[in-house]
């Protein structure tokens, strides 16, 4: 590891690639992966504003989960990029907090917005005929607050405690962002209290909302098993899969990161599996949604015929 003489109130983000050519090769790698996660979330948001044919609760709800995705990736890698091609490894503790809120934020409100769309299939398959009742725009719109508000709040409580807390201790963040367990290993003083809370943020921000999806796809899976229609079971299986792929892809490395006991945990395989949630799952969700879902690829269709008429 480098060494880093600390003489400011700044913080070092050691970052995720080593300065060598090794580092370089992957930083290649990752770029374009970055790009693909940026023109894919933006491309979806657009689209559904744009379609009109998708202006249901259940792409409603999609655009807002490309809308996360989308500043999910700008708040970590654009300052680890930074780090990396020019050596800016410093950030403010203004600045580590602003990082750290806009994280928090996004991922406990992606965290609901993927448990609302769990609902919506629920609702959408189980009680059809109650659909326009149970998941119309007013639910979705408070949906989607409701997601927003609380994972401010979440996000507030917790950068408030590491804005306040004294770092007596090298500040070296063994990370490529500000990571709340990351930067209370810096702290001075017993800040057991503060990593049980966020301990409980965990659980009822993941393992909670996990456990609701898997019970509605597990009651969505056996409408679908009793349904005679086979069309209309395959296109069932076809949104049920897509959704617990994304599903799985989100929480999975998030439960393995802060729902690991601390002695099990180091930062290194905690870098990389940092990865797969700010980096690679948003590239991979626009993508998941787009190529199996016939309803997208129709609306971009459409879009691009019209902004092609309106170029002739």
């Known amino acids: ?17 080593p300065p ?38 259940m792409y409603i709800l999609l655009s807002q989960l490309s ?22 490894k410093s950030i403010s503790l203004i600045g580590c907090g602003f990082q750290s809120f806009f994280f928090l934020t996004l991922g406990g409100a992606e965290a609901l917005i993927l448990m609302s769309m769990a609902y919506d299939r629920y609702v959408a398959i189980c009680f059809p005929l109650h659909y326009p009742v149970h998941m119309n725009r007013r639910v ?5 607050l409701g997601s927003w508000t609380i994972g401010a709040i979440n996000a507030c409580a917790h ?9 007596c201790r090298s500040r070296t963040i063994n990370h490529f962002f500000c990571d709340v367990p990351a930067m209370l290993s810096l702290a001075c003083g017993d800040t057991r ?39 209309g079971r395959k296109k069932a299986y076809s949104t049920c899969s897509t959704h617990l792929t994304v599903v799985t892809f989100y929480y999975a490395p ?24 700010t980096i690679l799952t948003p590239m991979l969700n626009p ?22 008429s309106l170029k002739l």
Do not use: W
Request: glycine share 6%; with cysteine.
């Open 254 to 277: 998030f439960v393995y990161t802060y729902l690991r006991p601390k002695s099990f945990r180091s930062p290194a395989e905690d870098k990389v599996v940092a990865v797969f949630y």
């Open 287 to 308: 993508m998941i949604y787009s190529l199996r879902n016939k309803e997208v690829t129709g609306a971009l269709g459409r879009v691009s015929g019209k902004l092609c």
């Open 159 to 167: 950068t408030v405690y590491i804005l306040r807390i004294n770092y």
């Open 20 to 57: 060598s050519r090794v580092g370089l090769v992957l930083f290649i790698l990752i770029l374009p992966i970055f790009l693909m996660a940026l023109a894919g979330n933006l491309v979806m948001v657009l689209l559904i504003l744009l379609d009109a044919h998708l202006h249901t609760p």
């Open 193 to 231: 209290v503060h990593e049980y809370t966020v301990f409980l943020s965990t659980v009822v921000f993941l393992l909670f909302p996990f456990i609701i999806i898997m019970f509605s796809y597990g009651k969505v899976l056996l409408a679908v098993y009793r349904m005679h229609s086979q069309e």
């Open 67 to 88: 809308l996360m995705d989308l500043m999910y990736i700008c708040t970590t890698v654009p300052k680890m990029a930074s780090g990396f091609l020019f050596g800016n």
């Open 1 to 17: 590891m480098e060494n880093y003489t600390q003489t400011s109130t700044n913080f070092i983000l050691l970052g995720l690639f």
């Open 140 to 144: 979705c719109v408070l949906m989607i």
